[in-house]
Nanobody, 118 residues
Framework: QVQLQESGPGLVKPSQTLSLTCTVS??????????WSWIRQPPGKGLEWLGI???????YYSTSLKSRTSISRDPSNNRFSLQLTTVTPEDTAVYYC??????????WGRGTQVTVSS
């Protein structure tokens, strides 16, 4: 059974860097069959795609957040991470990691609330 679990601080101060990790079980992040992504949902708004990580380490990011977003991976521990720099209160959201199959998320983590506030 595929499971994803987000972890990281729930509170980040403005101008700091938000760092989250997604630990995956039941599937390998280096499998060529899947990709892995980060998605967020700000309060009262819809889902926003942040970026994607492919099995060879290639990444693509949302155009609007590209300058502040980085996705990396740790294959030895089967996990991947999100970094979002210079955060503002507008980055407050529930952050999800997902597995991607045929360009659509098929497994999701439960999500983690991140609040940006001083």
């Amino acid at each position: 059974q595929v499971q994803l679990q987000e972890s990281g601080p729930g509170l980040v101060k403005p101008s700091q860097t938000l760092s989250l990790t997604c630990t995956v079980s039941g599937a390998s992040i280096t499998s060529s069959d899947f990709a892995w992504s980060w998605i967020r949902q700000p309060p009262g708004k819809g889902l926003e795609w942040l970026g994607i990580l492919f099995d060879d380490g290639t990444t693509y990011y949302s155009t609007s957040l590209k300058s502040r977003t980085s996705i990396s991976r740790d294959p030895s521990n089967n996990r991947f991470s999100l970094q979002l720099t210079t955060v503002t209160p507008e980055d407050t959201a529930v952050y999800y990691c997902t597995r991607v199959s045929y360009l659509a998320p098929d497994y999701w983590g439960r999500g983690t609330q991140v609040t940006v506030s001083s």
